[in-house]
């Protein structure tokens, strides 16, 4: 079947128009980007805030921990926050237990990022000796008390008793590196479920809590 003469003049047209556009577009150049630029983004982007979407998520999910007790008798003391991989959940936490509806309660952040390229197999115990010698949580008083005490409140109004935070913002960093770290994650876990005197804040990259999760049922 052929073309019908119009139309055949127009497919022409229209094809030569796209060889003529083509030829006057210009060869694609690249060119590395100068070694202090370079440095000087990389440094912009890694001091670049949180995004205050996520930290505000943290902070009410904090505070809804806090106030929901499902059982008088089982008193909830830990949150883990989950991030991806590609994630740091450390600024995201810095950044969340400062927001106003945390901002009454004492937090204390255990860390060991100093050591950790140097003495991966140390992380953990580091860790375990920097709760061990944690202080005593001060007395706070309870929102009931008499005398007058700031009261913090979940997003649906309910009174939570002043406590103090502990954050660990990195779980991961405490295992994934070495085989030491699983040896005594397990032991390090029962001693955080067993200290009631504080609440525990852990983040944690996604992959290695599952991870976690399918060796020790740290859940």
């Known amino acids: 079947m052929s073309v019908p003469a119009p139309i055949a003049q127009l497919q022409d047209t229209i094809s030569g128009w796209f060889r003529d556009r083509a030829a006057d577009r210009p060869e694609p150049t690249r060119q590395d980007l100068p070694a202090e630029a370079e440095r000087s983004l990389k440094n912009a982007i890694a001091e670049l805030p949180p ?18 007790q499902p059982d008088e008798s089982e008193e909830r003391n830990a ?26 309660l004492p937090v ?74 699983m040896n005594g994650i397990e032991a390090l876990w029962t001693t955080l479920s067993r200290d009631t005197s504080r609440f525990w804040v852990v983040g944690c990259n996604q992959w290695a809590w599952n991870y976690l999760e399918r060796t020790t049922r740290i859940s």
């Not at 953990?124 to 706070?140: G, M």
């Open 108 to 181: 204390v952040t255990l860390d060991s990022f100093a050591s950790r390229a140097i003495q991966p197999a140390a992380v953990l115990t580091e860790l375990r000796q920097a709760i061990d010698t944690l202080p005593v949580p001060a007395s706070l008083p309870r929102p009931d008390a008499q005398a007058e005490t700031v009261k913090v409140a979940d997003p649906d109004g309910s009174a939570i008793a002043p406590r103090e935070i502990a954050a660990i913002p990195a779980l991961s960093e405490c295992f994934v590196r070495c085989i030491e770290g």
């Open 51 to 68: 995004h205050p979407t996520h930290c505000k998520a943290v902070a009410e999910a904090i505070v809804k921990s806090l106030a929901a």
């Open 79 to 104: 949150l883990v926050v989950l991030s991806t991989p590609a994630e740091s959940l450390v600024p995201i936490l810095q950044v969340a237990l400062q927001q106003p509806e945390l901002a009454d």
